[in-house]
């Protein structure tokens, strides 16, 4: 087995702006996996503060402990991932979907083509730019369409009611704070909407403040307002929590916190047999992780996904772009992306490398969890 993994440095064709700032590149870690037998498979770990703890130089950190650990005899991937699921997330992810898909795992092979609807991203700040910007997307297909908030309670209310003007109500409209509230500036603009075309508000308050959030979920249901969680969601254990205290509508999963294609399908199942509706998507991922995201997508999510992260940066890495076509994905059937592995190495500000020989003197139960 052998490892190759790229720390990269992405710059966006236009800031990305959240309510903790705006992001202006992607730090991304690639992983590939290749098996004895020359099967490759590559993921992705994309690092930002406020979607995960994970800083960028203690990730890369691990990578290079386990590149060099790699040709020791006594090493065991699979236990060393394990360990690392609760605290590198991200990272886990990155080596356990390249794994899979070295081992041509189903749910990357589609039987049948597939369209992907994903979301457009509402950014300008006055009305006649919001129109303009709300015709745009609306002509490239997109029919559900995103505000971020999270920054002033009562500017952003005025905005988002700019956005449903500018709309006019031809698609469904998200808005997301991104934790950029406390609670009560959260039901202070809650209590300023109009429910007209808004599908969701996403994520009020801080992730881990499930009391805060709790003061916002009755003014947002009088008001007609579904929520959603997102930062809140890191495991099966957060959606239970989510269905038992009844504290939203919807729940949005990302592959990188769920460590596994598997894991992630299983995920969305628990969230539909909770009662609550699924919604996938990483808007700050590559084409790399919004393909993957895309053909769990297709099988198991019926709204818009969130995985248009492919879309900011300057640079792709698919040597095979992933098409984007009236609003939607485009997935042929058994689509297979290549890796454009000169990209990796023109774009890597690192790089790692690890080989693990073959030992013969050690069972095939032992290497299992490899």
Not at 1 to 18: N, V
Not at 124 to 141: K, N, P, T
Not at 223 to 245: H, K, N, P, Q, V
Not at 345 to 353: H, K, N, S, V
Request: some cysteine; charged content about 25%.
């Amino acid at each position: 087995m052998r490892l190759d993994a790229w720390l990269l440095h992405l710059p966006l064709a236009t800031p990305y702006k959240l309510a903790f700032g705006p992001v202006e590149a992607l730090d991304t870690v690639v992983v590939r996996m290749v098996r004895d037998d020359g099967r490759e498979g590559y993921g992705e770990a994309t690092l930002l503060t406020g979607y995960t703890d994970e800083t960028v130089g203690e990730t890369w950190a691990k990578v290079g402990e386990i590149a060099g650990a790699l040709g020791s005899a006594s090493f065991n991937l699979g236990a060393t991932l394990d360990g690392l699921d609760a605290s590198h997330p991200f990272l886990t992810t990155a080596f356990r979907t390249a794994l899979e898909m070295a081992d041509g795992s189903f749910l990357l092979s589609l039987e049948a083509p597939a369209r992907v609807p994903i979301l457009g991203l509402l950014q300008a700040e006055s009305e006649e730019r919001l129109r303009a910007e709300a015709d745009a997307l609306l002509a490239q297909g997109y029919r559900t369409l995103k505000v971020k908030v999270g920054f002033d309670a009562v500017r952003d209310a005025a905005m988002v009611g700019m956005a449903q003007r500018a709309v006019g109500g031809r698609a469904r409209i998200r808005i997301d704070a991104n934790q950029g509230y406390a609670a009560r500036e959260a039901i202070e603009f809650v209590s300023r909407l109009s429910n007209e075309s808004i599908e969701l508000f996403e994520q009020p308050c801080a992730a881990g403040d499930w009391d805060a959030h709790a003061r916002v979920v009755p003014i947002a249901r009088d008001r007609g307002i579904a929520l959603m969680l997102d930062e809140s969601i890191y495991s099966e254990r957060e959606i239970e929590m989510a269905s038992e205290r009844r504290a939203a509508d919807f729940i949005k999963v990302k592959l990188m916190k769920f460590r596994s294609l598997a894991r992630l399908a299983a995920a969305i199942a628990l969230i539909r047999n909770r009662g609550q509706t699924p919604v996938l998507g990483n808007g700050v991922a590559t084409d790399l992780g919004c393909w993957m995201e895309a053909c769990i997508a297709a099988r198991h999510i019926d709204n818009a996904g969130e995985m248009n992260g492919f879309l900011k940066p300057r640079e792709r890495l698919l040597a095979d772009p992933l098409v984007f076509r009236d609003g939607c994905i485009e997935l042929p059937a058994g689509w297979r992306p290549r890796i454009d592995v000169s990209t990796l190495e023109r774009l890597a500000i690192a790089r790692e490398t690890g080989v693990r020989p073959q030992f013969p003197q050690f069972s095939a139960s032992h290497e299992a969890g490899v």
